[in-house]
């Protein structure tokens, strides 16, 4: 299946700046790559859907403006967290969706731990 | 998007088999069962895929009867490295595409 890299694995931040995740299909072009956030003992929570070449997907509550998604290649997408808070620590984890023979499955990023301080 | 229900939590002893059933009475006919393994603090992994009766890979059973309102995740053998949560997803590839929504998942806990 495709291999996904995700940097940073963590990262500390203060409270109001900004920070960037990123997301690699390694071995794989993927015109579509996943968002999600996941919070301790929780699911994963789909935020987005992100396009290459076009305008990501959110998904209903989650602030465009607040998650900003660029796609601009085929292997990569980058997901900015603007003036991150403290209520933004979470687990931001991506993946790729690669067709199968029957149904599409997902191969997802080791994440990133996002702490806001 | 089929919804799924699945036990909250499971648990179990090295070496034993454990079965995880998900429930899926709206499934489509065009829906596939879909299984991830997540580990503490790392993304999921795809574990198995099927759409009726029994598939089997090297990690993993899945087990679909003819009405294909349920499903179950046979690991044989688990070990202690087998403590996960186990995601258990239905969808369509054509109408739904790649979204995927999970659900609560199980947290199988095994004990030594």
Redo the contacts between chains.
């Keep these: 299946?495709a291999v996904?890299s995700?940097h940073p694995s963590r990262v500390i931040c203060k409270s109001g700046t900004s920070v960037k995740i990123e997301c690699r299909s390694l071995d794989f072009q993927a015109t579509?790559m996943?968002w999600?956030r996941q919070f301790p003992k929780k699911?994963?929570?789909?935020m987005a859907?992100s396009n290459e070449g076009s305008k990501a997907t959110y998904e209903q509550g989650v602030e465009k403006d607040k998650f900003l998604i660029n796609h601009a290649s085929l292997t990569l997408s980058t997901l900015t967290v603007t003036s991150a808070h403290p209520e933004d620590s979470s687990?931001y984890?991506?993946?790729v969706?690669e067709?199968?023979p029957?149904?599409?499955?997902?191969?997802?990023?080791?994440?990133t731990?996002l702490s806001v301080l | 998007l089929a919804k799924t229900t699945q036990p909250i939590s499971m648990d179990s002893y090295e070496g034993q088999e454990v079965n995880i059933t998900c429930s899926h009475n709206n499934i489509a006919t065009n829906d596939y069962i879909t299984w991830y393994q997540q580990f503490p603090s790392q993304g999921p992994r795809f574990i198995i895929q099927g759409y009726k009766t029994k598939v089997t890979n090297e990690v993993a059973s899945l087990f679909i009867p003819a009405d294909r309102k349920s499903s179950t995740l046979s690991l044989p053998r688990v070990s202690l490295s087998d403590t996960a949560v186990y995601y258990c997803l239905v969808g369509d590839q054509n109408t739904g595409g790649f979204k995927t929504i999970f659900g609560a998942g199980t947290r199988l806990f095994v004990k030594a």
């Design positions: 299946g996904v995700q579509t996943f999600y699911s994963l929570m789909l859907t687990f984890i991506c993946s969706g067709r199968g029957h149904q599409n499955i997902q191969y997802f990023g080791a994440g731990r």
